[in-house]
Every structure is written in structure tokens, then in C-alpha cells.
């Protein structure tokens, strides 16, 4: 048996990361396994998708290095893999289900269904709709012939089990008398979204079925659907769901729960791939930092934890931080370039990527996000700025001009102008002045990068030149003689 997969995002919304990990466990599994992917189009919510969730969808998957064989945008053997664009087919099977006695247009009232749920209720039971107010199929059709609408429902069979080995949580059963007579297709003639994702399933021929537990409850619906259309059930697999670091289910309060904003923060793919698989699932004893391409021969979905995962933003952050470690420095500037150009606003001139290439190792050595990057090596690129925090701690100091103008002094005869040079006239000039590493420096810092959080400063101002760094160094003597900041005209 040829495995195949398939990701069934839903358009609604931006691609969840709870999402995303979905889709990655799907992809991992197939190709372990040298299975096939599908891309589905889960798009009968007319009023709520839009082309560009779908975009995004899209974007997320790749962004996160994952492909697939046929789907919505690559198409394939089935030729439409938009849910929204087989209606008819979904039509057909609903009416066949009908003629074959196994689902009949449904013309309870919503009182009828009312009092049928409140006396569930009152009696303990679940209240699931057993059909007690389907019409004879013979009423049902002169009701319809009459120009009556009404929806079609899944008779289910009671009493019975409707049991499976789930791939991830092992055997599962339900009763049948709590599953309802659902839906299957609405009175205006638009499937729900069990019949849609069930005839799909079929056609496409999925074997595997992998997806949020919170879709644990429409499984039994799913098996039930299949097998009354004379299909084969696929193996069903079900992920517990992601939680904040406080165990409740993730959403917004925990961070970003849209995987594009982890983009747009300066995470890597390649970390966000990494931790996301290991939610869950484990590539080996006490080894967390494993690329995508090494965990698929190592997945397995018996591996796959059944209790819920913890999305631990922190540890997100710091796994990004060994990924960005990891890159060449070519390849860390390259990927830092879009962040350092949204920070300036403008694109970089050649000449300032080699500046940037420059300084970029002793950034890279402690950097977490990329888009950290962009504040970082501001100051190399135009006149520097500087941040009023750390002006005002930093610089209010009575010693700090003359600090300012030794410095200066120090550096006028430094030759050849490098790091290692730079640092050590400072540091003879701090020692003949009796004064810390710590209070000397950081002053010479924030006039020079205008921050007091920036990359190493020798390193820094030799980057910088010694024209530039000592015009800086000016600067900053100005603006204290003009008491800024009370007056930055
Ligand atoms: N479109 C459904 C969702 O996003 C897919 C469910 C499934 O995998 O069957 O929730």
C-alpha cells in the first residue's frame, strides 16, 4: 500500500502554528515512509475564506521547507483539489446515500429537535438525534416534489460501536446512540464539512487521516460515511493539541499563535520546523536540535506523544538562537538583509552589506531573532541616532567629556586602525585615568553606536573607521555642551 497524506487547511484564518505542526507530523510520516501529500482546499466556508488566508496557508507550509505531490496550487492526478469547486460531487453522493437508504432529507422542526434535546438532557442521555421524526420516504418525496427544502441527514446505525485503532491514541470506540443524525448536506444544497472532508478522503485515496484531536468527535461520523459509501476507512491519527507554558489551550495570550509572525519576527524555518517537531515527538534520547531532513528516517507515529505539548515561546527563541549560530556568516547576513532593510526603511547599497558582513559575526554570536539585526548595525549605516534611554543614563555623568575627548586623543595616533589597536589605546587611556572598563567604555559606546546595547565596541568602531568614530565622538561632546536633551533642535 502506497501511503497518502493529505493537509486540509481550512481558509479562514492565518496558518496556525498548531496547524503547521499538523501539517509537518502529515509530512513527516509520508515521506518516512515514502508516501505521497496532498494539499487540500478546505474552502466551503464561502463567507469566511479568502485568497489570501489561502496564500498564507501556502506560504507558512513552504516557509517551513515542506512540499507536496498534488494539491491546490500544484494540481494533479484528481485535477481539483478545491473543495468549494466540487460540489456536485459532493451532491452525488449525498443523493445516493438517500436512494440507498442510508441518509434521508431531514423535515424535523427546530422545535421538534428542541424538545427532543431537553428531554435528552433531562434523562441523561447525550443528546444525539436518533431520526425519531424522519418522515417515510414516501412523504419525505411528495414534500420535496412540493418545493420543500430540507437537509440531508446520516442515518446512523443504532445501536451499534463504531470503534478504531487510532494511529497516535490507540483504540477508541463510541457508541453509536451518541452520534447524531447529522448533517450531511444543508437545505441549500452546501455539504457540511463531515461529508466534504469524508468524500475527499475517499476519492483521493487517503489512507492516513492525521489531524487535531479537537477532531476526535467527527471521526466516528467519518468512519461511519466511508463505509456506508461502500469505501474502504482510512487509518486515523489524532494530535493533542498545543498548550501555553500555563497548560491551557494556546492562543493569543501565550504570543503569536500565526505561524507568519514568527516569520516576520526573524525566526529561521529551519528552527521553527525543528521545535515544532519536537512537540510531541522525540528524534532521540536528550536530542532536540535535529534538521527536518535528518528526522524523517527517524519519525514514527507510535513515537508520537499522547498528552499535550507545551509551545514554550522561551524555548522557541533559544532553539532560533542555535540555528542563527549555525549559519555560515555569509548565509546569516544574507537571511538578516530583509530585517535590516525593513529597520532602515530602504534597501542596502553593496557597500553597506560589506559593513554589515563586517560586524555581523560578533551579532551573530548572541542573536536570537534576526530582526534584532536591523537596531544592532543601524549605526554603521548613516548618521547614528540615539536612544534617549540610554543617553540619559549613560551620559549624564560629570566625567563623561572628558572621558569623550581623551578617547579622542587616544585614537587621533592609533595605527593600523583595528579592533585589536583600538582596544588597546582605550584601554592604556582608561587605565591612566584610573577609571573602569565598565564606566569608561559605555559612554564611548552610546556616542559611538548611540545605544547602549550594541555589537562589541572595538570591534565596532573599527568597522566604523576612525574618521567616522571620532566625528561621533565629537558629536556626542556637542550634545552634552548643549545640555541635550532638554533641547534638540
Ligand atoms: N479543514 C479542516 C480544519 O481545518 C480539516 C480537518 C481535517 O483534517 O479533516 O479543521
Known sequence: MTIKVRFAPSPTGYLHVGGGRTALYNWLFARSQGGTVMLRGDDTDVARSTEAYAADIVNGLRWLGLDWDEGIDVGGPHGEYHQSRRLERYRQVAMDLVDAGRAYHGFETEEQLDTFRRQAQAEGLAPAYDGRHRLDSEEARRRLAAGEAAPIRFAVPRPGETRFDDAVKGDIGFGNTQIDDFVILRSDGSPTYHLASTVDDVDFGITHVIRGEDLLPSTPKHILLTEAMGATRAIYGHLSLLTGPDGSKLSKRHGHTALNAYRDDGYLPEAMANYLAILGWSPGEDEEIVPLADMVPRFSLDAVSRNPAVFDPTKLEWMNGVYLRQLHPAAFVARARPFVEATLDRELQPAEVDQIAAIAPFVQERAKR????????????????????????????????????????????VEPWSASTVEAALRTMLEERGLSARKGLQPLRVAVTGSSISPP???????????????????????LLDRWPTTDA
Open 457 to 479: 565596541l572595538f570591534e565596532s568602531m573599527a568597522v566604523l573607521g576612525r574618521e567616522s568614530t571620532l566625528r561621533r565622538l565629537t558629536e556626542a561632546g556637542k550634545r
Open 370 to 413: 534576526l530582526d534584532e539585526v536591523g537596531p544592532q548595525v543601524a549605526f554603521l549605516l548613516g548618521d547614528v541616532t540615539y536612544d534617549q534611554v540610554s543617553w540619559d543614563k549613560v551620559m549624564a555623568d560629570p566625567s563623561v567629556p572628558v572621558i569623550l575627548a581623551r578617547a579622542m586623543t587616544a585614537l587621533r595616533t
